[in-house]
């Protein structure tokens, strides 16, 4: 039953994110279009949920996880009684709160997989992120408007996110897509297919117009090249790639006029927010604004002598930082957020030095740079169950490695008691 509910949310969800997509053009009528894929994505955590409660399959530590959830709410609805947010902030403070834990449900879902039903499932998973590239390229390659990744009649920046209902959540999905891909290239080494996958992802990332992905495709790679050939070599070949990269990008920028009008516009767009900044023009236009936010938030935070940051109850959805980091611990207070941040590492930091557990320290590292830099990650419904997957496998190949140099070490010290 799991593996069902898995394979039929993950089959449906290209289909509602474009339904979304559509929907915020205004070609169907009212404001919940633009819902339907949070609600196929609630389904399938609710459908899990409920498969795995009625199995018995709840283990200790997911327990503990849930009690951290129910208290994040219970405080947000003492919020909510003392007129400190609104009955729909609230509402949406309680989406983002179930977005934000429902990593937890997908990993232990993941979990209670055989082998065979994850791979079939993982399969799926990296066909529906070659479908999300796709869209993205030939969102770009056909001008699609309702594909591009700003709005509006000015176009004020190049850009296409395709399928995916914003933009910073295509680059998070790209984030945890590339990831998946170089983890399975860890493992298994280089193939057509994955190269495919890979240039498609890549070529989605040039092509959304954010920073932050652009940085993600980057921090995968140097994830992969730490883990795999140590951090000195890694280095050494990481600069290299990166000034070919650079040399390329100038090139294709002169030679294609409508990269250059593109990458143009986009200069222009950053060009005025910086004349307009004020102070701290070069940290405004790199964090689009968000130290702004920041310091607008902490403002309110002082007039109620900073209380939100221990106890949580903030309503962040009533004006959003985009930084997951600062959004999250004033939704849930700095100690349950430190909780949070604990179960979280457990996932990804597993024991042992293979290439598998490198990884995914690595990657534990890269996804809180831009979570708490670019936003959209940890509270992202459509990146939660490729994030859960790569946390699962991680575990899974980890430990396989591990007993595997545990038998090459036995064998090799029977050989020597031997003579």
């Avoid at 283990?59 to 219970?74: E, G, K, Q």
């Avoid at 883990?227 to 600069?239: D, I, S």
């Avoid at 940890?378 to 591990?402: K, N």
């Amino acid at each position: 039953m799991i593996s069902l509910v898995l394979f039929f949310g993950i089959a449906l969800s290209p289909l509602s994110d474009f339904m979304s997509v559509y929907a915020l053009k205004g070609q169907v009528g009212g404001d919940m279009g633009a819902r339907y894929s949070l609600f196929v994505r609630g389904a399938m955590v609710a459908g899990l949920l409920a498969v795995m409660l009625f199995s018995g399959r709840v283990r200790l530590s997911n327990l503990r996880t849930c009690s951290l959830a129910l208290l994040v709410v219970i405080v947000s609805c003492a919020a909510l009684s003392f007129d400190e947010m609104t009955g729909g902030e609230f509402l949406e403070e309680v989406i983002v709160i179930a977005k934000v834990f429902s990593l937890f449900i997908y990993v232990a879902a993941f979990s209670e997989l055989k082998d065979a039903q994850l791979e079939k499932v993982e399969a799926l998973m990296r066909t529906t992120l070659l479908v999300y590239a796709i869209a993205i390229v030939a969102g770009a390659v056909f001008s699609i408007d309702i594909f591009r990744s700003y709005r509006g009649d000015t176009q004020i920046r190049a850009g296409y996110k395709g399928i995916v209902y914003a933009q910073n959540e295509a680059s998070a999905l790209l984030l945890s897509g590339l990831s998946l891909s170089y983890l399975h290239i860890l493992r298994y080494g280089w193939s057509a297919r994955r190269i495919g996958l890979v240039v498609a992802m890549f070529a989605a990332a040039f092509l959304l117009g954010t920073k932050g992905a652009l940085v993600a495709g980057f921090g995968v790679v140097a994830a992969y090249s730490f883990a795999r050939y140590g951090v000195v070599k890694a280095t050494v070949w990481l600069a290299t790639v990166i000034v070919l990269m650079l040399a390329s990008a100038v090139a294709v920028y002169y030679l294609v006029p409508s990269v250059h009008q593109a990458v143009d516009l986009s200069i222009q767009y950053f060009s005025y927010q910086s004349d307009h900044a004020g102070g701290g023009k070069i940290a405004t236009v790199l964090m689009s604004g968000r130290n702004v936010k920041f310091a607008n938030v902490w403002e309110d935070l002082a007039d109620k002598n900073f209380v939100p940051l221990l106890t949580g109850g903030y309503p962040s959805v009533r004006y959003l930082i985009e930084m997951d980091g600062p959004d999250l611990a004033l939704i849930m207070g700095i100690p349950v957020f430190c909780l949070y941040l604990g179960s979280l590492f457990k996932l990804y930091a597993r024991p042992g030095n293979n290439q598998i557990a490198q990884y995914g320290k690595y990657i534990f590292v890269l996804l809180m740079i831009i979570a708490c830099a670019a936003g959209h990650v940890l509270t992202s419904a459509i990146v939660a169950p490729f994030l859960a997957v790569i946390a699962d496998l991680v575990r899974r190949w980890s430990s396989e490695s591990r007993e595997e140099t545990a038998r090459r070490q036995r064998s090799l010290q029977e050989r020597v008691k031997n003579g």
